[in-house]
């Protein structure tokens, strides 16, 4: 099952099983001296949460504050194992898909931002793009946007 939204024209997913939940887009605290596409922090229900604009990241341009926005709250693990929760603002969150009988095809080409692309998707001859959570920004990134309770 695949959580839909789109980047410019085109239509992306995230595997819902990597979605915790799904906010709506928030006010946001800016973060200083973070690349432009983190759009600051959401705070929400006691939390402080870093999100990034993923439209900034992938093609340069802020996504627009639509009824359909949200924050995809969302959590990776590193190397050593520990987690870190983040968001994702992205546009048209809306629909999901099961892409269990679909045609699924890996294309593993790098982003300019560091993130691995994933595998196209083909549903009624429309090619929907899988977002790899787990790669989407810079690893050194993650020590920059979480604290570490030493």
């Not at 924050?71 to 590193?78: A, E, H, M, R, W």
Request: glycine share 6%; proline share 5%.
């Amino acid at each position: 099952m695949l959580l839909l939204f789109t980047i410019g024209d085109e239509r992306y997913g995230i595997e819902a099983n990597q979605v915790l939940e799904i906010w709506p887009l928030l006010p946001l605290k800016p973060m200083n001296r973070t690349p432009d596409y983190i759009a600051g922090l959401a705070s929400c229900r006691k939390q402080l949460i870093p999100v990034v604009d993923i439209s900034k990241l992938y093609i340069n341009k802020p996504v627009e504050s639509r009824i359909s926005t949200r924050i995809i709250l969302t959590k990776v693990k590193d190397l050593s194992g520990a987690e870190y929760v983040f968001g994702i603002a992205a546009e048209h969150v809306t629909d999901t898909i099961n892409i269990e009988d679909q045609v699924v095809a890996s294309i593993g080409v790098k982003s300019e931002g560091g993130g691995l692309i994933g595998q196209e998707v083909l549903v009624n001859d429309q090619l929907i793009q899988k977002i790899n959570v787990a790669e989407l920004l810079p690893m050194d990134l993650y020590n920059q946007l979480f604290c570490h309770d030493d």
